[in-house]
């Protein structure tokens, strides 16, 4: 297959040794194309794809089969790929792209697929909300659009809330019980079961000693334990203060806020002038972090000095995901659990300083009925939006501004001007070699890692699911739609737009996978706690705070009770797969006798008998 061709050339030409014999000092580190490039004696470097396209992918060059046929390997995997309402062609996309990113897609296509559960059940909830509230006559129009719009958003603070959020949790843990089993059943077909206990050395990984390997006996660089440790605490370190910051920002933002908004120093349209000012705040200082955290995030990898890519990765992964994680879900965390506190009794002690929720219901206690500010559905419209909003920047990235490109290009272009795109060629006639390299150095130059930013953005939609999808149910509705779509648009855009990335192989998804487990944990308290909160707000079950946190205690481990068993009685490895891994192992236990019997005394009973019964028959 290509990409195991394309694989294994990467792997020999970054790996060659191209220092002279006598720089023994750092001749390890002078290796292959990276360090060429680095130097300069190359400019670029990329691979082609199968086939590259003369004019149009329909009229690709292509050659001929056996039965006269004309084949595209490109075209072939796209035709299977954009069907939507069908399975994608994993075998396929491995085949020309590598298993890391065949499993990439293998995670999103059963996660779009258990996503049509929660998907229906939360739009059951969403029109028995609006049962609900019609029957109860609780929703009124008032003067004020921004009280309307949350009276609106009330319609999913209802009864059935609770048992919502009890199925989104146990969905989650069964989604990941799944993807084991079809990761172990993939692993096994694919013959990728051992492969980071095989995994060679990272091109940049440098020894600082020698020693003799106890398997190959042979001497090997290697780098000193104690050495990784301290450098791991030191990026661990630097990891909780660049979060910490996140965190600062963001309260610094609240307060500043709080306070122009109280002190009355922003002048007559105070309310504007901070939500605007606050806003831009806010923006900037995540975009700053967020420049500044990234390239820290690079370096502290680097220095780390990883022997395998999977370490590089998985290190990589939990230091971009932890800011984005911080990033994305710190304000509806506030909104949730520390705004309407602030909007009732102020902050820092002072009473003036208030943060509204700008909506408010009656709440009647022994016969005694306040008013209480109710933040649910300022929370409502905030995870609407940052659901509808987290995948603008991807499509934008993706599918407008290369498109822009794409047509101003053609504009600019003379009518004259001969080039690839503008002559007629048939399929009969080659094109020289130089043309297909120029077609396929003109395409997007994409990550080194295709998959890294796939697998955040998917992985923070899913955390918006577990974290507070209950109290927005159409979520999982907006994350279906969004996987359905971005899978198909990734697909074209690799394929025909981009530059072939390298194929890597793995054994599945990573530290993704643990990643997705802590969502899931993360989101049974978040949860909890919401229920708790959304139950008092109502004023229709129990209001001191013992009763608040029963609630949330209840909650909570009857959840975890239940997504124990779950997660104990889902085997992690099919019995299709077990019994074929038996099967294969006896094999190749009898093949280990038979060639232990060839090799021992003839003349033996057992020999001899084994001679007579081949000579009867």
Known sequence: RSSL??????????????????????????????????????????????????????????????????????????????????????????NYFGEKIAFYFAWIELYTQTLIWPTLIGLIIFFYGIYYKSKSGSITISDSISTTIYEIFTIFNNPATPF?????????TIFVEQWKRKSNSLKYEWDVSNFEQLEPDRPQFYGSKTRKNPITEEEEWFYPFYRLYLKLSFSVTTLLFMVTLVIGSTIGVIIFRI??????????????????????????????????????????????????????DDSLIIKLFAFQFVNNYASLVYIAFFKESVSENGAFGRSNWTDTCDYSVNVTVNGVTTTQPQCFPMLVLQVAVLLCMKPMPKFFKDVVIPAALHYFRRWTKSKGNADVEATAVGAGHAKELIDIIEEDRKLIAGDNDFTLSEYTEKCIMYGFIMLFGAVFPLAPLVALLCNVIDVRIDGYRILWK????????????????????????IGVVVNSLIIAHTLNNNGSFLQNIENKWLIAFAFEHVCFVVKFIISYIIPDVPSDVQFKMRKEQFQVNQLFEKGIAKKSPQGTPNN?????ADNAV
């Open 608 to 612: 001899n008998n084994n001679n007579n």
């Open 259 to 312: 306070v122009s908004t109280s002190e009355n120093f922003l002048g007559e349209y105070k309310s504007i002038y901070s939500s605007v000012i606050s806003s831009v705040l806010n923006a900037s200082a995540i975009m700053l972090l967020g420049y500044v955290y990234e390239k820290i995030a690079y370096w502290l990898t680097d220095w780390e000095n990883h022997r395998t890519q999977t370490n590089y």
């Open 164 to 172: 919502f959020s009890l199925i989104l949790c146990l969905w989650g």
């Open 498 to 521: 981009n530059r072939r990335y390298i194929a890597q192989r793995a054994e599945d998804i990573g530290i993704w996978q643990y990643i997705l487990e802590f969502l899931n944990m």
């Open 5 to 94: 061709r394309s694989y294994l050339t990467h792997h020999i030409l970054i790996r060659t040794d191209v220092s002279k014999k006598k720089d023994t000092a750092d001749g390890i580190n002078i290796r292959g194309l990276n360090y060429l490039k680095l130097k300069g004696v190359y400019t670029d470097v990329f691979i082609l794809h199968d086939r590259p396209s003369y004019l149009h992918r329909r009229h690709a060059f292509k050659e001929k089969d056996e039965d006269n046929k004309l084949v595209d390997p490109r075209q072939e995997l796209w035709d299977s790929w954009k069907l939507w309402y069908k399975f994608q062609p994993l075998w396929k996309i491995r």
